[in-house]
């Protein structure tokens, strides 16, 4: 099933906009057939564009998808072998995107820039909180495995034998001398 995104006339939502973000190469991207969808044109509109103005997109705003991640998007994504697009595309990363408004100047473009933005800044506010739960989780575990230390020192204790004498429990018949 392909993913599409509607076209309305409002502006997606960050639930929308936050489902088209992908990460790749360490860095949270959107593909340019998504953009192009967003901004209401076709990808080769959307790809002639940003190649006329290449120069505003350096590496680390945008970059061509191998034919190898091509590979692994079509697994992940479960587009048949033969659906879909049969090369790399674009990639651009959150500066990428906020270049764009540069480039593309239409109201429609504008909006959906400015959505995208504030869902890249969601995303990285929720990261952030994630990054801080994950630490404060690591602070509870080290100070309970120091209050617990001492009964894991006990129970070794117990378990090399160094306890007092042992008595018999039950109902034997007690030695009488």
Not at 24 to 42: C, H
Request: aromatic share 8%; glycine share 10%; with cysteine.
């Amino acid at each position: 099933m392909k993913r599409r995104v509607l076209l309305t006339k409002g502006v997606p939502g960050a639930d929308v906009l936050a489902g088209l973000v992908r990460l790749m190469r360490g860095e949270k991207v959107i593909f340019d057939a998504d953009l192009a969808r967003l901004y209401g044109v076709e990808t080769k509109v959307f790809n002639r564009a940003v190649r006329r103005n290449a120069r505003r997109f350096p590496a680390d705003f945008m970059y061509h998808i191998t034919r190898k991640e091509v590979g692994i998007l079509r697994c992940q994504i479960g587009t048949s072998s033969w659906g879909g697009s049969r090369y790399g595309g674009l990639a651009f990363t959150e500066q990428g995107v906020a270049m764009l408004s540069s480039v593309l100047r239409s109201e429609r473009a504008v909006a959906v820039n400015i959505a995208i933005m504030r869902t890249f800044v969601q995303l990285r506010r929720l990261m952030d909180s994630n990054r801080g739960l994950a630490r404060k989780i690591a602070e509870m575990e080290k100070r309970y495995d120091e209050q617990f230390r001492a009964v894991f020192q006990a129970i070794h204790q117990m378990i090399a034998g160094e306890e007092g004498p042992k008595r018999q429990i039950g109902f034997g018949t007690a030695s009488r001398e």
